[in-house]
Every structure is written in C-alpha cells, then in structure tokens.
C-alpha cells in the first residue's frame, strides 16, 4: 500500500492494532512478573525456615558445647586431685 494513498482510518485502524498488541504484550509482562514473585516469595520462605533450623541446631550444638567443656574441666580437676 501506497503511504501517500492512507487515509485517517488507516492509520487509526494501524495504531488500534499496535495498542491492542502493546496492551497484550504488557498482560503477559505483568502475569510473569507476579509468577516470578510468588516463586521468590516461596524461596524466601524456604530460606527463612532453613535459617530457624540452622539456628535451631547452631543452638543445640552450643549446648552441647557447653555441656562438654564443663564435663572436660571436671576431668581435669579429676586427674589433677588424683596426682
């Protein structure tokens, strides 16, 4: 088609056209973009629940720590009341 040859319509119908495709590329921008967040929600939810569990156990292994230095010092005290 001539350029020379377009009438208003044409162009209105051409830009319409445009719009309606923008519009559409846009939905499926906003539709990934809201997936792409409920899988990073959902990561950072897994993360939050792997850090308590590593804190849990950091925890636990701090009592017992504790709990084995105190039993190595009565040890010592043991061997040193022996001598």
């Known amino acids: 088609m001539d350029v020379k040859h377009l009438t208003v319509m044409d162009i209105l119908k051409a830009n319409k056209e445009i719009v309606a495709e923008a519009r559409d590329e846009i939905r499926r921008s906003i539709m990934e973009v809201q997936e792409d967040r409920a899988k990073v ?10 850090m308590e569990l590593s804190n849990d156990r950091l ?25």
């Open 41 to 50: 929600e959902d990561a950072c939810m897994k993360l939050r629940e792997l």
């Open 59 to 83: 925890q636990r292994l701090d009592l017992i720590s504790e709990h084995m230095s105190t039993q190595l010092k009565a040890l010592v005290l043991a061997i040193e009341a022996q001598r």
